[in-house]
C-alpha cells in the first residue's frame, strides 16, 4: 500500500510556493531526478540528486523570484502521481509567465524519485 496521499503532494506545493529549499529536498530521495518544463533536451533541464536539485531550485527561485503554483489538482495512482496548476511570475528579465501546466510524479520509499514539469507553451 503506497503512503503517497493527496495531502502530500499539497504539501509538497506548499513548500515550492514558499520557496523552501530545505523542505523541498526533503522531500527528495537521495538519487531523485527533477525535470524542468524548458531545458537543453527534448526532457528540459534535468538536476539528478539533492546536491544538484537544490542548486537548480535556488536558481530557479533567482530567475523568477514571485513564482507561484496556484489552482492545483493531485490524482494518486499507488507509488504515480499526477498534478495539475496554473504557474504565474515574472522572471528578472521582465518577462511573464502565465501558463498551465502539469507534474508527473514518481515515489519509493515515500520519497520523490522523479518530478516531471510540463508547461503549456503560449504563442
Not at 527561485?61 to 507561484?68: E, G
Request: aromatic content about 12%.
Amino acid at each position: 500500500m503506497s503512503n503517497i496521499t493527496v495531502e502530500l503532494l499539497e504539501e509538497i506545493a506548499d513548500a515550492f510556493n514558499r520557496k523552501d529549499v530545505d523542505k523541498i529536498i526533503d522531500y527528495f530521495s537521495e538519487d531523485g531526478e527533477f525535470y524542468l518544463a524548458r531545458g537543453p533536451h527534448p526532457h528540459g533541464q534535468r538536476f539528478k540528486g539533492k546536491a544538484e536539485i537544490r542548486q537548480g531550485l535556488k536558481d530557479r527561485f533567482a530567475a523568477v523570484a514571485d513564482i507561484q503554483w496556484t489552482e492545483g489538482k493531485h490524482w494518486v495512482m499507488g507509488d504515480k502521481a499526477l498534478s495539475e496548476f496554473h504557474v504565474r511570475g515574472k522572471t528578472t528579465a521582465g518577462q511573464p509567465i502565465d501558463c498551465l501546466g502539469c507534474d508527473l510524479w514518481e515515489f519509493q520509499d515515500g520519497k520523490v524519485l522523479k518530478k516531471d514539469t510540463y508547461y503549456k507553451q503560449i504563442d
